[in-house]
């Protein structure tokens, strides 16, 4: 290779590389369009508790379109999704027609038999102790939401 094959080679690696460097670093950071939901986990959600996360569960009915259609309208909102993303939020799903017969007392009992279909938020105070916040699939909204969350971040802190 002689050397202006050389220079060539080198300025050309070298505007690649450049050019790599620059679209890597400029490159907008993904965010997601709606929430990303974990299924729903018993052990999960007291872990989050106990990291200190405010939790959100999202219990909608696949049998009943209009859980489907206010999680929707909510999980998609743009200043929900600044919260969830700037916050330590922790976001879960369940969809009860997925649940078995025989353990949706459980599942009451463990929710203190709030409202079913809808949003349940939980936190931990500092003494330890859970509390629970619900929201009627019919009265979600992004607002209602965001208030919900700052009242369980003040609590918790």
């Known amino acids: 290779m002689s ?7 080198a300025t050309v690696a070298g505007v690649s590389l450049f050019a ?3 679209l890597v670093w400029f490159q907008p950071i993904y965010h997601p369009k709606f929430i990303d939901w974990n299924p729903f986990s018993i052990s999960e959600i007291h872990e989050d508790l106990d990291d ?12 009943g379109i209009s859980t489907v259609i206010h999680e929707a309208r909510y999980s998609t ?6 919260l969830v993303r700037k916050k330590s ?16 007392p459980y599942w009451r009992t463990y929710f203190n038999d709030e409202p079913i279909l ?4 939980l936190s ?10 619900s929201i009627p699939d019919y009265e979600v909204t992004a607002e209602r939401v965001i208030t919900e969350i700052e009242k369980l971040q003040v609590l918790k802190d």
Do not use: N, T
């Open 77 to 82: 909102d743009p200043a929900i999704l600044k």
């Open 20 to 22: 790599i460097v620059f």
């Open 52 to 63: 200190g996360k405010v939790i959100l569960v999202s219990v909608m009915a696949s049998w």
């Open 3 to 9: 050397s202006i094959q050389k220079k060539k080679f």
């Open 89 to 104: 939020i922790a976001c879960y799903q369940v969809d009860l027609a997925e649940i078995p017969v025989d353990q949706i």
């Open 124 to 133: 931990k105070k500092s003494r330890h102790k859970v509390v629970l916040r």
């Open 118 to 121: 809808g949003l349940l938020l």
